[in-house]
T-cell receptor, first 113, second 112 residues
């Protein structure tokens, strides 16, 4: 059974700090990695995608991927109260040619003013 | 709405009833997926479809059924065989294999 593991949190950081969210995955052949943000009662929305080892930056967000360690992380700089949400890590499962997404259970982030 | 629409937003089902959740997309994408989310849990795959008239079971397909008669529509039926149907149901479209998923607004189903 392919798995994606995340700390459930809650992770609490003060406003303006860096929030660091981590994710590990079990499928060594996974090729695509995604971070979604989900506000309470809403559907998930994509915030970052990463496909190769290293860092990818988009505004205040940086995704980091290390395929050798099967580890992907998300850094949120200058955290804002509006960043308070659950962050879901998703990894493609190479089920034949289907490439389905497997989701972690999410990490709840709370940014305190 | 990102080209994908789910309805209704809230749905109540009596014990022993079948209910159908609607999912429509207007971006001509082939791949459509149904997920279930329970409180404090991640998303679990119910069914997915890559092309019209073809669909595959996900990890938790028991008690659910789907159809894909048209490219733009992928309805999910929660049957009476599903013993614990209360959950948040999410439909998603994917542009292609290995691509990211774009979700509809979700349907919150409650058994009364």
């Amino acid at each position: 059974q392919k798995e994606v593991e995340q700390n459930s949190g809650p992770l609490s950081v003060p406003e303006g700090a860096i929030a660091s969210l981590n994710c590990t995955y079990s499928d060594r052949v996974s090729q695509s990695f995604f971070w979604y943000r989900q506000y309470s009662g809403k559907s998930p929305e994509l915030i970052m995608s990463i496909y190769s080892n290293g860092d990818k930056e988009d505004g205040r967000f940086t995704a980091q991927l290390n395929k050798a360690s099967q580890y992907v992380s998300l850094l949120i700089r200058d955290s804002q109260p509006s960043d308070s949400a659950t962050y879901l890590c998703a990894v493609t499962e190479n089920r034949g040619s289907q490439g389905n997404l497997i989701f972690g259970k999410g990490t709840k982030l709370s940014v305190k003013p | 709405d990102g080209g994908i629409t789910q309805s209704p937003k809230y749905l109540f089902r009596k014990e022993g009833q079948n209910v159908t959740l609607s999912c429509e997309q207007n971006l001509n994408h082939d791949a459509m997926y149904w997920y279930r989310q329970d409180p404090g849990q991640g998303l679990r795959l119910i069914y997915y479809s890559q092309i019209v008239n073809d669909f595959q079971k996900g990890d938790i397909a028991e008690g659910y059924s789907v159809s894909r008669e048209k490219k733009e529509s992928f309805p999910l039926t929660v049957t009476s065989a599903q013993k614990n149907p209360t959950a948040f149901y999410l439909c998603a479209r994917l542009k292609g294999q290995g691509e990211w998923a774009f979700f509809g607004q979700g349907t919150r189903l409650t058994v009364v």
